[in-house]
């Protein structure tokens, strides 16, 4: 196995896939804040080749062997996440302008965005927060999971970070992993409206270096 720094190469030849670990972290909650599979691998799949969005490439490190994707990691420190969530807002224009997102759909998200947003507490400046974490299904079990987060720990520390964070949907089987590796959870929320929709708890998991 290695790991790799995604490029736009690799997103034009494992976007789909990608796209796929992203959502198997929390499918009830991307559901429900997308309002469709459809729309989330529009817009997302518009963020992972937009560097300085919340998905873009350029925070991706990819566990590859040979030409296979094992599984990803994408993370950054604390404060870009503000940050690179404010960025999504240039990929929605053209997105309207073509016509392949419905301003109604577009207001509805921003509706369940806003309750959804109950679900990430607020990320400290001084830690690493890990966006996304995920294994393809049939490679799970081959320590790819811990090789990527102790990948994303090495360069938090490396940064000179006081910790690691991450969030987690409570019915999520990576929650006892990421307990065995030593992360606890500091808090634990659920959104009102979302909670109505099948949206589970979300966990703030975290290690301090």
């Known amino acids: 196995m290695e790991l790799v720094l995604a490029t736009e190469k690799h997103v034009a030849s494992y976007g789909e896939q990608i796209l796929d670990l992203i959502h198997s972290t929390g499918q009830a909650a991307f559901g429900y804040q997308f ?4 729309y989330f691998d529009l817009i997302v799949g518009a963020s992972l080749a ?3 969005t919340l998905f873009g490439y350029d925070k991706i490190t990819l566990a590859m062997d040979g030409g296979r994707l094992l599984g990803m990691e994408a993370g950054f420190a604390g404060p870009e996440f503000h940050l690179r969530k404010k960025a999504m807002a240039s990929i929605f224009p053209e997105l309207i302008e073509s016509g392949a997102l419905p301003e109604d759909a ?15 507490p607020s990320i400290p400046k001084n830690v690493y927060y890990v966006l996304t974490l995920a294994v393809d299904e049939r490679n799970r079990g081959k320590k790819i999971g811990s090789g990527l987060l102790c ?40 959104a009102p409206a979302p909670s109505h929709n099948g ?5 703030r998991m975290a290690m301090d270096f």
């Open 35 to 38: 309002v469709s599979r459809a």
């Open 50 to 52: 937009s560097p300085g």
């Open 106 to 120: 577009v207001s509805e998200m921003g509706k369940r965005g806003y309750q959804c947003s109950y679900l990430n």
């Open 151 to 190: 990948s994303a720990m090495d360069k938090a520390k490396a940064a000179g970070y006081r910790g690691l964070h991450l969030d987690v949907f409570a019915d999520n089987p990576a929650v006892d992993f990421y307990k065995y590796i030593g992360l606890a959870c500091l808090v634990e929320t659920l």
């Open 199 to 203: 949206v589970p708890k979300g966990l």
